[in-house]
C-alpha cells in the first residue's frame, strides 16, 4: 500500500541556471502513477531541462526530485531503472529494419526472447506490416512511433516524451497521439512535454504550465477552464479553450522575439497557404 501512493514523479523547489541565464526558479509538481501529465511551455520555457534532471542527466541547483521514490540525486542507478527518455529526434537506426531496432535493443538489455517482444511492440504500434522495411523509409511518424516502442523495452514504469511531436505532418501528430493513449491504457505513467496546446488538451490528464521558471498553472483541463468564467452570449454558453486560458493568465506579450507557443490554428494557416 505504502509503495502505492509514492507518487510517480515528486518535484520540488527545484532550480536551475545556465551561467547567469536563470531557467528554472523552484518547480514544484506531483505525476500520479499511471496518468499522462503535460508540461506546457514556449521554445526555450526549460521543459528539457526539467526532463533532463528527471532523468538524471543533469544535476539541479537546488530543490529535490523523485521518481517512484528514488531521488535522482542520490539514487540516480534505481532511477535510471525505472525510466525511460524518448528525446526530440528520433534515436532510431535508418540501417536496420524497424524490427531490427527492436531486436538489437531487446539484446542490448538481456531479456530472453527478444524476436517476440519486438513482433508484440509492432503490433502494438501497429507497425507490422513496415516491420520489414529499412527505416530510412519510414515517414516521420512512423519513426517516432518505433522511438517510442523501443523505449518501453524493459517496461519501464514511467517513460519522458520531451516533444513527441514536434516537426511532425498532421497525420504523423495522430499517429505519435495514439501511441502515447495506448502507453496510458497500458498502465504507464507518461511525462510528455510540448509546446502545442491541442496535444496537451488531447492527451493529458493533468497540464501544467512552465513559464518564467515556474509552474504557474497545474490542473485538468476542465480545472484550467473554469480560471476563466465561460462567456455568456444569451442562453448559450461558450467555454474557454485551453488557449484562452494561457493567455490569460500568461498574456499575449511573446518574449524577445522568442517563438511562442504555437496554436493549431497557426499551423493551420501555415499549411493552406
Ligand atoms: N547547456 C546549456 N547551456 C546554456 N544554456 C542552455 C543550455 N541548455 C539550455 N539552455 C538555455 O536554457 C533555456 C531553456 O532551455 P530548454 O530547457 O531546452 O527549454 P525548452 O525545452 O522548454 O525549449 C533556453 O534559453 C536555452 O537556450
Ligand atoms: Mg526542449
Not at 542527466?57 to 540516480?76: E, I, M
Amino acid at each position: 500500500m505504502a509503495a502505492q501512493q509514492v507518487p510517480a514523479l515528486h518535484v520540488q523547489g527545484l532550480e536551475k541556471s545556465y551561467k547567469q541565464l536563470r531557467v528554472l526558479r523552484g518547480v514544484d509538481f506531483d505525476v500520479a502513477r499511471g496518468s499522462i501529465f503535460a508540461l506546457l511551455g514556449s521554445n526555450g520555457a526549460g521543459k528539457t531541462t526539467v526532463v533532463k534532471i528527471l532523468s538524471t542527466l543533469l544535476k539541479s541547483d537546488a530543490g529535490t526530485a523523485s521518481v517512484n521514490g528514488f531521488d535522482v540525486a542520490t539514487q540516480a542507478a534505481e532511477v535510471r531503472e525505472s525510466i525511460s527518455l524518448t528525446g526530440q529526434f528520433a534515436a532510431v537506426d535508418e540501417i536496420l529494419s524497424g524490427r531490427e531496432n527492436l531486436v538489437l535493443v531487446a539484446r542490448l538489455r538481456r531479456l530472453k526472447d527478444p524476436g517476440t517482444i519486438a513482433d508484440d511492440l509492432l503490433d502494438r504500434f501497429s507497425l507490422t506490416d513496415a516491420a520489414a522495411r529499412k527505416v530510412s523509409t519510414y515517414s516521420g511518424g512512423m519513426r517516432r512511433r518505433l522511438d517510442i516502442a523501443m523505449s518501453l523495452i524493459g517496461d519501464p514504469p514511467l517513460i519522458f516524451l520531451d516533444e513527441p511531436t514536434t516537426g511532425l505532418d498532421p497525420q504523423g501528430r495522430i499517429e505519435v497521439w495514439n501511441s502515447v493513449k495506448e502507453l496510458a491504457e497500458h498502465g504507464t505513467t507518461v511525462l510528455l512535454t510540448t509546446q502545442y496546446l491541442d496535444e496537451a488538451e488531447q492527451l493529458a490528464d493533468r497540464i501544467a504550465i512552465l513559464h518564467q521558471g515556474r509552474i504557474i498553472v497545474n490542473g485538468t483541463l476542465a480545472e484550467l477552464k473554469q480560471l476563466l468564467p465561460p462567456a455568456k452570449v444569451e442562453y448559450v454558453e461558450k467555454q474557454p479553450t485551453l488557449e484562452d486560458v494561457f493567455l490569460a493568465i500568461v498574456g499575449d506579450d511573446g518574449k524577445d522575439g522568442d517563438a511562442g507557443m504555437t496554436t493549431a490554428s497557426a499551423r493551420t494557416s501555415e499549411e493552406q497557404p
